[in-house]
């Protein structure tokens, strides 16, 4: 499996590789989050809602889990790791390319983050 650590998550790089996790997410396995455990969601800052953004809509995951654990996105220490606080907020701007129905697996440490995945749709700009 292959690993890559991103330190700084920017607007550059956000897009990118998240199309290559929506790739591959079809060969993830899906596990449940524990009951209060860690939590995920998406803003449009955009003309869209939250699970139907417009290519060049403003976005934000936040993702809270356990202090000072490691963040993986695409899987379970196995995906890539994003960060090692166990919370962190990401934003950026939907790019041309990423349009289509998008799942995105996030997990703090062992722990799938709720919901697993979490689905949004990217349409053409109005």
Known sequence: MLFMKIDVF???IAPRISRIFFACAA????????AGAQTVSI?????????????????EIDL???PHAEIFINGLDTGWAIGSD??????GTIEEGSEGNNDQYWAVGTNAA?????????QAAP
């Open 10 to 12: 920017s607007e550059r």
């Open 27 to 34: 060969a993830m396995v899906c596990v449940c989050a524990p």
């Open 43 to 59: 803003i449009n800052h955009g003309a869209g809602t939250s699970s139907n953004f417009f290519v060049g809509d403003g976005w």
């Open 64 to 66: 809270t889990g356990t």
């Open 86 to 91: 166990g919370t962190r907020t990401f934003s």
């Open 114 to 122: 709720s919901p697993y995945p979490l689905s949004f749709t990217v």
